[in-house]
Each structure stands twice: as C-alpha cells, then as structure tokens.
C-alpha cells in the first residue's frame, strides 16, 4: 500500500519541522510538504497532492478556517485534520462546520497525532466528545 501522502500549513518554523520529522518516522507515512501560511495555498495543495491535510486554525493571513472553506470548494473530497493548541471549541466547531474531517491538539502525544492522521485518511473524523456532542447538536 501506498505511505499517506501529508501536507502540513502551521506558521511556527519549530512545529513544522518535528512534524516533518514525526511523519517521515511513519514506515506509513510521507510528509510532502510543509509551509507557513496559505499564501499559496492551491499551488500547494496541487503540487503535493496529499491524502491528508493537517492544518492549524491561527495562521497569518489566510486563517485555517478559511483555508479549508477554499480547500473544500476546489477538492470537496479533501481530507483535513484542524490542529490547534487551544481546545477552542466554537473555532474548532467552525473548522468542522467548514469541511474539516477532524481535529487535534498540537499537544497531543505522537501516537494520537499519527492516528488521527491515519483515521482521517481512512475517512474518520476523530474529536474530542465535546465537540462532537456540539456538532450533533
């Protein structure tokens, strides 16, 4: 089977760099790109061609919110997993409202990031209980 081909959008050099390396440290995983921003966000997304989309909500510019709005209207089958380092609920709830397929906390431990990666991929949507009782409700 084919490594899960991620793309990453997160504006601090630090994260983007371990996630990089985090990815690439999956025998089923490649990380294919990362970037700062969605300043070019379609050129991006186009040249990567990636299974998953891992995105963070603040972003300069572009915020992620409405990079997945813009994701989701040229590839309305992306699969994208919202990161954030606040449990904002009502920003993460906007995100999933938008077209995210899930999301997680940049806290989170690397086995729960890679499995997230890996659920979204196989069209899960992994979230935390508070926000999917928002979202049914």
Known sequence: MNPIRVIAFDDNKDLRDMFRLLVDAQADMVCVAVHPDLSQLMRDIDAARPDVI???IQLP???GIDGVRAIKARHPGA?????TVFDDEDKVFDAICAGASGYILKTAPVEEITKAI?????????M???IA????S
Do not use: C, E, H, S
């Open 133 to 136: 009782m928002k979202v049914l």
């Open 118 to 126: 890996r659920a979204v991929r196989a069209g899960g949507a992994p």
């Open 54 to 56: 891992v995105m963070d």
């Open 61 to 63: 510019g572009m915020n």
């Open 79 to 83: 699969r994208i997993l919202m990161q």
């Open 128 to 130: 935390t209980p508070a």
